[in-house]
């Protein structure tokens, strides 16, 4: 439980960079990829028990995944960087329900903005962190992990 709230505590600090900063830091994703590749490594199981190739395919899927969204500009590298770190974390099948669930937050808090901003000069022109979102839904995914609810995927 104790690897859970770590992981909750640095997705949260990823997230806040991206809010304040708008950008996330590699520093942080560096802080966890390599103890999580080292723990796939010694023990063929990642820091959520999930083993190699699993974690594997969530990396490069996560990765994989937003980075149309980083070619059209609409995301940024960092974010890229987040989703695959958690896709290793997660391994493929639960990544697939944490991106659908930020997919839909992430589009009520568009619609949010679109709709505070209304009437507004430069509509449109706001840019939406996704870093939080990443890391709401990720909590959401390890919460659902923890009560043994049943996942889409």
């Known amino acids: 439980m ?9 997705a949260g600090a990823v997230a806040w960079f ?17 103890p999580a590749i080292l723990s796939l490594v010694l023990d063929r199981k990642g820091l959520l028990g999930v083993s190699v190739w699993p974690s594997v395919l969530g990396f490069l899927l996560g990765g994989a ?13 960092g974010d890229v960087k987040f989703a695959a770190v958690l896709g290793l974390l997660l391994g493929w099948r ?22 505070l901003d209304r009437g507004q000069q ?15 839904a990720f909590g959401a995914v390890l919460l ?4 043994q609810w049943e996942m889409l995927v």
């Open 2 to 10: 104790a690897v859970i709230y770590a992981l909750v505590l640095w």
């Open 18 to 34: 991206d809010i304040r900063q708008h950008r996330v830091p590699n520093l942080l994703l560096v802080l966890l990829l390599v």
């Open 65 to 77: 995944i937003l980075l149309p969204g980083y070619g059209m500009s609409k995301m940024g590298a």
């Open 94 to 115: 639960p990544l697939l329900n944490m991106l659908l669930l930020a997919a839909l937050l992430l589009g009520a808090v568009s619609a949010l903005v679109f709709w």
């Open 122 to 136: 430069g509509r449109g022109q706001r840019r939406i962190p996704a870093a939080p979102v990443l890391a709401a």
């Open 144 to 147: 659902a992990q923890c009560m």
